[in-house]
């Protein structure tokens, strides 16, 4: 079956040590998001890629980066969390941008010691 | 600002009928969309509405007034499972969406 798949599926880091979280996608959408969602918020969108096109939201920390080898994959790099990056980070991918329907992997649960 | 606007939680009981209200103020509207989360797991899509009225599918069906900026799904014959977190997203001019924070749903029996 087609889908969005994420590793892992929880993550543990220590305060200020780097962490990269993986999305691939056998659906071969060309847009691919990442999203920071606290507990009983909305997802709030990171970044995303439309192809190689790299797409950074005003307010999404230096903290984050992202990197998209290739079609299949995208990861998110956290350079040094800290506690408040406390999330779930979810992938999610599109076949275009425009009214088209995102299908989500199911999540990163991110745990900062 | 752009701003999703939906009840913080909401209780229905098995086999009932419950409608979860959502109203948007955006740049622009290309769409709204629904999706059922349940805790701990990643949003799953329930509908789409770009025209004005409702559209059915099975026990759930969404609602669309543009000129209101409103928009509600309903659930009918409510089962324990429907038991979620529902939320509404709006796509703007720039095809970006804006999300709500999500209308928590508890199901009893």
């Known amino acids: 079956d087609a889908m969005v798949i994420q590793n892992p599926r929880y993550q543990v880091t220590q305060f200020g040590k780097p962490v990269t979280l993986s999305c691939s996608q056998t659906?071969?959408?060309?847009?691919m998001y990442w999203y920071q969602q606290k507990s009983s918020q909305a997802p709030k969108l990171l970044f995303h890629?439309?192809?190689?096109?790299?797409?950074n939201e005003a307010d999404t920390p230096d903290n984050f980066q992202s990197r998209r080898p290739n079609t299949s994959f995208c990861f998110l790099d956290i350079r040094s969390p800290g506690l408040g990056d406390a999330a779930m980070y979810l992938c999610?991918?599109?076949?275009?941008?425009?009214?088209?329907?995102?299908?989500f992997g199911p999540g990163t649960r991110l745990t900062v010691l | 600002g752009q701003n999703i606007d939906q009840p913080t939680e909401m209780t229905a009981t098995e086999g009932a009928i419950v409608q979860i209200n959502c109203t948007y103020q955006?740049?622009?509207?290309?769409?709204l969309f629904w999706y059922q989360q349940h805790a701990g797991e990643a949003p799953t899509f329930l509908s789409y509405n770009v025209l004005d009225g409702l559209e059915e599918k099975g026990r759930f069906s969404s609602f669309l007034s543009r000129s209101k900026g409103y928009s509600y799904l309903l659930l009918k014959e409510l089962q324990m499972k429907d038991s979620a977190s529902y939320l509404c997203a709006v796509l703007d001019s720039n095809y970006q969406l804006i999300w709500g924070a999500g209308t928590k749903l508890i199901i009893k029996p």
């Open positions: 890629y439309y192809d190689k096109d790299f797409n």
């Open positions: 955006t740049s622009g509207f290309n769409g």
């Open positions: 999610a991918t599109s076949s275009a941008r425009g009214p088209n329907e995102q299908f």
């Open positions: 659906l071969n959408h060309n847009v």
